[in-house]
């Protein structure tokens, strides 16, 4: 098992910036990839970034191109998102999310098993 922990979620004014971390801990061995959703009140989770754990290959969700960046430490077994320019568009609750797929690219919920308990990110207007 591996569990994950979000921090760093608050409230920001439009055009302000956040940096969301998630450790993880337990079988972080077995860890290929990861990844952060978000899910805004009334509306379906969605994909936001994802990283290959090793190689550090990095994707995102179109609209949070240039303005959010998924990076990770190795050595503290922590993610990050590091969120500029923030809109109230971004207002949701942030997860963190694992799998242990080797190699696997993906923006799809089922193809993470392990998940964090959110952090809640209000962006004000």
């Known amino acids: 098992q591996v569990q994950l922990v979000e921090s760093g979620g608050g409230l920001v004014q439009a055009g302000g910036s956040l940096r969301l971390s998630c450790a993880a801990s337990g079988r972080t061995f077995s860890v290929a990839g990861m990844g952060w959703f978000r899910q805004a009140p009334g509306k379906e989770r969605e994909f936001v970034a994802g990283?290959?754990?090793?190689?550090?290959?990095?994707w995102y969700k179109e609209s949070v191109k240039g303005r959010f960046t998924i990076s990770r430490d190795i050595a503290k077994n922590t993610l990050y998102l590091q969120m500029n320019s923030l809109k109230p568009e971004d207002t949701a609750v942030y997860y963190c999310?694992?799998?242990?797929?080797?190699?696997?690219?993906?923006?799809?919920?089922?193809?993470?098993?392990?998940w964090g308990q959110g952090t809640q990110v209000t962006v004000s207007s």
């Open positions: 990283l290959t754990w090793d190689a550090g290959g990095t």
């Open positions: 999310a694992a799998h242990s797929s080797s190699g696997l690219i993906t923006t799809l919920l089922n193809d993470f098993e392990y």
